[in-house]
């Protein structure tokens, strides 16, 4: 039996940016991944994730999924385990936004919030977090989905490159993405590569926190991204360089997307645009950047991202 809603996910659009990009700049594609039905692109994920654990005989009648997650991903596996009934228990924190956390209960999910401290992602809040879920998988009575090591998040990814290729439909010189779990820019960039070998594919992370430039894990407010370890799904003969990029000046590409160009996403989508733009100006005017704005800004209204 099919069911219609989860059939919604995916063949998002593709625009291309007409005011922010420099002149003699290239061109910088953008894939809206907010007209998801939740609202981001870990919709793609969750489906791939849930699909892979019924597949696999995960689930029974007495088994409940379960997941740490910084925000979209709990959001979107709530909504998957809704359309599907399954039950579903999510560890978070207050680190995150609140809009998103309100989301996952209100899906139905059962969460458990892991207090942060100041409010922010410190490096010892995802093994806090990743503790709970071990002791709850050890007690026999979950499933972990563990979008950090599961391998059908890849493919949940590699499907959004496809489009992405499709849409775009002409040479792709380079691709950039933050790093949360590693699957977007792996699962994504493999595809763009296969397609355009001599691409470049850009990793990006806060330089408050550069663990994949080789820094040391620190605190940081962007949802989704710098964990604080190397993710396992991270793969350097895909990634072709990192780069390390001013939370401030994310939040404040965030904003100029919405005003200047209409489109209304949150500061990991502001870090993305502005990497691109970067790319594009110094690759040229004959060159072509793709990058993805993860999720709508309207997760973000109970924050102070777009608070004049």
């Known amino acids: 039996m099919t069911n219609a809603i989860l059939e919604t996910i995916g063949d998002t659009p593709v625009v291309r940016l007409q005011r922010l990009p420099a002149q003699d700049s290239g061109a910088v594609f953008v894939k809206i991944e907010g007209m998801n039905p939740t609202g981001s692109y870990k919709d793609r994920v969750a489906l791939a994730m849930v699909d892979g654990a019924e597949a696999a005989g995960f689930l029974t009648p007495f088994t409940r999924l379960l997941e740490c997650t910084g925000g979209s ?6 909504f998957v385990c809704a359309a599907k009934q399954i039950p579903l228990t999510i560890i978070s924190s207050d680190a995150y936004a609140s809009a998103k956390l309100h989301s996952m209960t209100a899906l139905g999910a059962e969460l458990l919030v892991e207090p942060s401290v100041g409010g922010m992602v410190t490096p010892d809040l995802w093994p806090r977090m990743r503790k709970r879920a071990e002791a709850l998988v050890a007690a026999g009575t979950h499933h972990w989905v563990d979008q950090f090591n599961n391998p059908h998040a890849l493919g949940g990814y590699a499907a959004m490159g496809i489009e992405l290729v ?24 493999s595809v ?67 005003n200047e160009e209409g489109i ?3 500061t990991s989508s502001g870090m993305n645009v502005m990497a691109a733009l ?20 309207f997760k973000y209204l109970q924050e102070d991202l777009f608070r004049l």
């Open 278 to 297: 970067e790319l594009a100006e110094r690759l040229g005017p004959d060159s072509t950047v793709v990058t993805v704005a993860c999720d709508t800004g």
């Open 264 to 266: 209304f996403a949150g």
């Open 166 to 189: 499709e849409q775009v439909n002409q040479r792709i010189d380079a691709f950039c993405g933050c790093v949360g779990t590693a699957g977007m820019i792996v699962g994504v960039g």
């Open 73 to 78: 991903t709990g959001t979107s596996l709530a």
């Open 192 to 258: 763009v590569r296969e397609h355009y070998p001599d691409a470049q594919v850009i990793a990006l992370e806060p330089d408050t926190s550069p663990v994949l430039s080789g820094g040391s894990p620190g605190a940081h407010g962007i949802d989704g991204t710098a964990a604080g370890f190397v993710p396992p799904l991270f793969d350097r003969e895909v990634v072709t360089s990192v780069q390390a990029l001013s939370e401030a000046g994310a939040r404040k590409m965030a904003r100029r997307l919405a």
